[in-house]
DNA sequence: TGACAAAAATAGCCTAGGCAATAAAATATG
DNA sequence: CATATTTTATTGCCTAGGCTATTTTTGTCA
């Protein structure tokens, strides 16, 4: 056969997973001019850990990595930065000497007591154009897919 | 006020740009996976820049770049890895002696036609649990959240 | 024309992501 | 109990992403 010329019939820049990756980066980027806009002098993950903390006190480094599907080696990284700007503490685990539980600072959790609602009010502003029907849908959407794309790569 | 033992009322995990960030990793770690299965050498970046220069021949970095949303640095680098695998070829741009015209070679081309099946019916196993219906209304949620989030931040 | 701004590609820097490897501690198993 | 396996955290390595220069051309316009 001779494919030289051939031309593929579809569009990968407007394909389903294509957009989903290319509008994580956009999200990614638009929270990130976010919190320098802000001052905040974190990154959009580093303010996701934070926010975990917030709700989950004394966790571990797998139990912030796992959920988030992140690495543990990056989890590692972040959390560095994170106490190197006094927002959070690492403490020995009692029960484990090889685990650490990880808390909020008081300054970390001033940090995100006065960031989250502006940050909330961003994401809402990404979301107008749509109603709240259609928000629902997306999210149902983009779950079923998460379990797919899972499942699928454990075969 | 004493906010130390507030919760706060949504679910970070949950929400659809946290979802839509995630998914998008978990894409690109499918995609990744299965590059590697087949003994591609290749990223998923670096396949996403060999597809669209098959479908558009002597295209500029810029123009690459541009409707990915990605930096022309990154470009660059990306660039300079296919090229060392022998699977595309900068020339000249005679009209413009400040840019390139990419191209890919016979290798790359062939490397294209013999891999793309493969990831098309990848791409279509991770929607297999959505029909049709579904699959075009969450192309078209997405395509309206980028066009929103594109606007919101060119404020 | 001649200075000046804009565009194309690139390099440098830092963080995130994902992988392999390692050390230390905990758990399982024969 | 002793040995092996697993788990937790960490480091090293490489690529992508996103910024800021920097260089070379091109385009503008006074």
């Known amino acids: 056969m001779s494919p030289k010329t051939m031309r593929y019939p579809y569009d990968p820049e407007q394909s389903a997973s294509n957009l989903i990756h290319r509008l994580g980066r956009l999200i990614r980027q638009g929270a990130a001019q976010y919190l320098v806009d802000q001052g905040a ?20 480094q797998v139990s912030l990595a796992d959920p988030l599907l992140k690495d543990h080696a990056n989890i590692t990284r972040m959390l560095d930065g994170l106490q190197r700007r006094g927002l959070i503490r690492r403490r020995p685990n009692p029960g484990d000497r090889r685990s650490h539980h990880i808390h909020l600072t008081d300054a970390g959790r001033e940090f ?8 909330l009010e961003q994401k809402a502003r990404w979301f107008e154009g749509m109603n709240q029907a259609q928000l629902d849908q997306l999210v149902e959407l983009l779950k079923l897919l998460e379990a797919n794309i899972r499942d699928a790569d454990n075969d």
Chains 1, 2 share one sequence.
């Open 41 to 60: 002098g974190v990154t959009p993950e580093q303010w996701g850990l934070l926010v975990k903390l917030a709700a989950s006190l004394g966790a571990t």
């Open 112 to 119: 995100v007591d006065d960031l989250l609602p502006g940050v």
